[in-house]
């Protein structure tokens, strides 16, 4: 085997994570009809308090704190309680992306695998139970949990303090998202792959070792 740890990011890695379907199934039980111009507006603020968490700006609390302020004027609940309840309702509509289950099946076993998320706490094990993955995982490293998001190499370091074979040049992490996945791999001195399955253009200076358009095609590199 090329590899004895593989470390996955988890939304739109190994499962779809389609927060609009999540956010209008939660607002109709307060009456709220929520249109794609609501959602559009929610992402606006949503997407750069994600890369204000990425960038260590602001904590997991201010990204909940700071998107469901409007909604949470609307509804009457606090804003912690919404991400609560977004979070069960993604843990309901989020599925394995095609191929996932084949290639976890394909590499159980034969190596260890872990995640490596910074979605939140709340979402990750239930997600896991109701998608019948659990099985797979040795480990699940949530951000939130450590305080620094990924691509900090802390959120990394942490993952390797659970490893009880630690060697780095047989460690691969896999994800969808340059800036976090990809880069902080690169930071922390293991190989990267890039799960480029939105078949983007990689204009920025962050190279994975590798490059695939379908999460199957990991089988091939893990087993060298």
Not at 56 to 64: F, G, H, W
Request: hydrophobic share 40%; charged share 25%.
């Amino acid at each position: 085997m090329r590899y004895n740890w593989v470390l996955f990011d988890a939304d739109e890695t190994l499962f779809s994570f389609n927060s609009y379907l999540g956010l209008t199934a939660m607002l109709k039980r307060y009456g709220i009809d929520f249109t794609r111009e609501d959602y559009d507006a929610f992402q606006a603020v949503n997407k750069l308090l994600w890369v204000a968490y990425q960038n260590n700006e602001i904590t997991a609390e201010d990204i909940q704190m700071r998107r469901f302020a409007k909604l949470s004027k609307q509804t009457g609940v606090n804003q912690i309680q919404l991400n609560q309840e977004l979070m069960a309702e993604m843990a309901e509509v989020s599925k394995p992306l095609d191929g996932v289950m084949e290639m976890l099946e394909a590499l159980y076993l034969e190596v260890k695998m872990g995640i490596i998320t910074n979605g939140f706490t709340e979402l990750q094990q239930q997600r896991l139970q109701n998608t019948q993955t659990e099985r797979f995982f040795e480990m699940v490293v949530v951000s939130e949990q450590i305080g620094v998001a990924k691509p900090d190499r802390k959120v990394f370091d942490y993952a390797f303090s659970l490893m009880d074979d630690l060697d780095k040049t047989k460690i691969l992490m896999v994800g969808d998202t340059l800036a976090s996945d990809i880069l902080g791999g690169y930071n922390s001195g293991i190989d990267t792959c890039w799960f480029n399955h939105a078949n983007l253009v990689n204009d920025t200076k962050i190279q994975p070792t590798y490059e695939i358009k379908d999460i199957r095609e990991l089988v091939k590199i893990v087993k060298g």
